[in-house]
């Protein structure tokens, strides 16, 4: 399960930024964008979320996961492509000098904290 690899990067990010932040009590909301080449099962992320959250002040808060379709750029002749279309080669060119510009995201997008007084 190599969700939990990554809510473990993505705890050691948040909880850095509540180190930044003294003034901040705890997360509500985290949304979270993962490429679908994570290839992330969100229950998992979820589950994972949930049980590295334990005793921090990210405990409780809702992650939301969005997924960030795929798109390929190519170098040859600059088509850009989505997920309809799955190939590493160029659809308009035929060229693979291919760059995937989309889809190996794993970004936190947004946290809405409760604020002290701090
Ligand atoms: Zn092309």
């Known amino acids: 399960m190599h969700e939990m690899s990554l809510v473990e990067a993505l705890m050691e990010a948040l909880l850095e930024a509540f180190e930044k932040h003294p003034n901040w009590l705890r997360a509500r909301r985290v949304e979270l964008h993962v490429g679908r080449l994570r290839q992330v099962v969100p229950e998992a992320m979820i589950f994972c979320f949930d049980v ?61 904290v409760e604020e002290g007084d701090g």
Do not use: N, Q
């Not at 390929?72 to 279309?85: K, L, S």
């Open 52 to 112: 590295a959250s334990r005793g921090t002040p990210l405990e409780g808060a809702c992650l939301d996961l969005v997924e960030i379709p795929l798109e390929a750029f190519c170098e040859a002749c600059g088509h850009r492509w989505g997920p309809e279309d799955l190939v590493f080669f160029c659809p308009a060119c035929g060229s693979v000098d291919v760059e995937t510009v989309a889809g190996m995201d794993l970004d936190i997008a947004s946290m809405e």
